[in-house]
């Protein structure tokens, strides 16, 4: 089947950068739409930023300006730069993929990686 597999968070200091990656392994499938979202605890999952596959990117307001969404289709992996970050973008963030199967389209999630910002 398919497998995503989120990496590159940690703890850094607020004014920080951190590059997550999200890598999509498997075979016969084609990716449609990749996101991040990221779920702090006691609040809703919020979409930080999404992207087509022909690289359209959408980034949520409480971000904008501060991080990046850009995915590389040979690696089938997709990256959240995010720069200028704030102790209230700690969260874990999800990768979550819309991927094709034949006739097929089904929505598919990452572990997830813990976000920490912190002095």
């Known amino acids: 089947q398919v497998e995503l597999v989120e990496s590159g968070g940690g703890l850094v200091q607020p004014g920080g950068s951190l590059r997550l990656s999200c890598a999509v392994s498997g075979s016969s499938f084609s990716i449609l739409a990749m996101d991040w979202y990221r779920q702090a605890p006691g609040k809703q999952r919020e979409l930080v930023a999404s992207i087509t596959s022909g690289g359209r990117t959408n980034i949520a307001d409480s971000v904008k300006g501060r991080f990046t969404i850009s995915r590389d289709n040979a690696k089938d992996t997709v990256y959240l730069q995010m720069n200028s970050l704030k102790p209230e973008d700690t969260a874990v963030y999800l990768c979550?993929?819309?991927?094709?199967?034949?006739?097929?389209?089904?929505?598919?999630w990452g572990q997830g990686t813990q976000v920490t910002v912190s002095s």
């Open positions: 979550n993929a819309a991927i094709k199967f034949g006739i097929n389209i089904g929505s598919y």
